[in-house]
């Protein structure tokens, strides 16, 4: 496709259940780039894969959250055992290739709400 | 590390008036700046950057923002506010990952109304 796709659009689960969510990059980008968007906190910065490898999993607010990539291009979000603080939007972002001033094209995000 | 500070939290215009959204930063290092816009239930859209060349720096839809280094600011303006701008605006700046990667940096974001 023209754009960064993510899946699903909206997500409500139960808390305690897993979640995956699904990122495909603009063909081409070797860079892929996973935030948070919730209310009152802006957008965090949660993981960032150069190709399939994942450099930098700093920004992963706890160990229920894990992430991949494969093929240099799908990458899936997995939050385990969901708490309610994990409903946000989660957005993921692609670029060419890692750069300080690479543009970043962000999909529409995840909006997930955890009952 | 870096970080972003946009002042206000929403901004509201008449339409054909100025639109100014401001935004400071701190960096340890020359920084790359960054503007995107969200439209509701859009991703985020790059609307310009300043990576060092030109302290003013043009983007789309009429939108410009000036680099100030003395000042750490880096605001967005527009001379005349149309409908259509109505939306959320985020200023970014570049912070490092390993291996030189690009991590954006934030500002709490600003949301700008139009009034007819």
């Known amino acids: 496709g023209a754009g960064v796709s993510q899946s699903p659009s909206n997500k409500v689960t139960e808390k305690g259940k897993d979640v995956e969510l699904r990122c495909d990059p603009i063909?081409?980008?070797?860079?892929l780039y996973w935030y948070r968007q919730s209310l009152g906190q802006g957008l965090e910065f949660l993981i960032y894969f150069q190709g399939n490898s994942a450099p930098d999993k700093s920004g992963l607010p706890s160990d229920r959250f894990s992430a991949e990539r494969t093929g240099g291009s799908v990458s899936t979000l997995t939050i385990q055992r969901t708490q309610q603080e994990d409903s946000a939007v989660y957005l993921c972002a692609s670029s060419f290739g890692p750069g300080l001033d690479e543009k970043l094209f962000f999909g529409s995000g995840t909006q997930l709400s955890v009952l | 590390a870096q970080s972003v500070t946009q002042l206000g939290s929403h901004v509201s215009v008449s339409e054909g008036a100025l639109v100014l959204l401001r935004c400071n930063y701190s960096s340890s290092v020359p920084p790359y700046l960054f503007w995107y816009v969200q439209y509701p239930n859009q991703g985020l859209q790059l609307l310009l950057k300043y990576t060092s060349a030109a302290t003013l720096v043009k983007g789309i839809n009429g939108f410009e923002a000036e680099f100030k280094k003395s000042e750490t600011s880096f605001h967005l303006t527009k001379p005349s506010a149309h409908m259509s701008d109505a939306a959320e605006y985020f200023c970014a700046v570049s912070d490092y990952l390993f291996k030189g990667a690009q991590k954006l940096v934030f500002g709490q974001g600003t949301r700008l109304t139009i009034n007819p």
């Open positions: 063909s081409g980008h070797t860079a």
